[in-house]
T-cell receptor, first 114, second 111 residues
Framework: DGGITQSPKYLFRKEGQNVTLSCEQNLNHDAMYWYRQDPGQGLRLIYYSQIVNDFQKGDIAEGYSVSREKKESFPLTVTSAQKNPTAFYLC?????????????FGPGTRLTVL | AQSVTQPDIHITVSEGASLELRCNYSYGATPYLFWYVQSPGQGLQLLLKYFSGDTLVQGIKGFEAEFKRSQSSFNLRKPSVHWSDAAEYFCAVGGFQKLVFGTGTRLLVSP
């Protein structure tokens, strides 16, 4: 079955550590996205990428970094510069990255900073 | 810039009753509008979308939504709610290269 996988499902981090969240898709989609979800705030866009080796900052990119070396993979690194990283992180993809595309979401990773 | 407002944080509906979730958007051009549903601890799933044409759109699981340009609204409806509909619902507007989501409405279904 085609879809998006995110790992791990739960992640715990000590303050001051960088962590990397995995996102893989086998839908052959060009565009991929990372969102952060906090209670009562909906989804906020962190980074997005429309093609390999290119990505753009979203609304809340500070303290995060990404790479897009392969079409199917878009890992997100939460750095120690992110002041409040505890949240639910969602990865999504679309076929071409246009406004009319349906976004397909992974199951999410819940990150907790201890 | 585009924005989406979902004025209801929580809504409780009795099983079998009708449902309407409100969504208001702000966007300068023709909006592309979406409704997504999220079960607890899961990703989002598309319910329906509107780009143009008939202002009443049908989606999965018996949901429909009506686009009203004069009111800048895209409300989601279902004539008879099932207990399995309990979830969080997000309205979104599509702009250049990205979606903007509302803050969501949590639907609770009472027996």
């Amino acid at each position: 079955d085609g879809g998006i996988t995110q790992s791990p499902k739960y992640l715990f981090r000590k303050e001051g550590q960088n962590v990397t969240l995995s996102c893989e898709q086998n839908l052959n989609h060009d565009a991929m996205y990372w969102y952060r979800q906090d209670p009562g705030q909906g989804l906020r866009l962190i980074y997005y990428s429309q093609i390999v080796n290119d990505f753009q900052k979203g609304d809340i990119a500070e303290g995060y970094s990404v790479s897009r070396e392969k079409k199917e993979s878009f890992p997100l690194t939460v750095t120690s510069a992110q002041k409040n990283p505890t949240a639910f992180y969602l990865c999504a993809s679309t076929s071409s990255g246009t406004a009319t595309d349906t976004q397909y979401f992974g199951p999410g990773t819940r990150l907790t900073v201890l | 810039a585009q924005s989406v407002t979902q004025p209801d944080i929580h809504i409780t509906v009795s099983e079998g009753a009708s449902l309407e979730l409100r969504c208001n958007y702000s966007y300068g051009a023709t909006p592309y509008l979406f409704w997504y549903v999220q079960s607890p601890g899961q990703g989002l799933q598309l319910l329906l979308k509107y780009f143009s044409g008939d202002t009443l759109v049908q989606g999965i699981k018996g949901f429909e939504a009506e686009f009203k340009r004069s009111q800048s609204s895209f409300n989601l409806r279902k004539p008879s709610v099932h207990w399995s509909d309990a979830a969080e619902y997000f309205c979104a507007v599509g702009g250049f290269q990205k979606l903007v989501f509302g803050t969501g409405t949590r639907l609770l279904v009472s027996p």
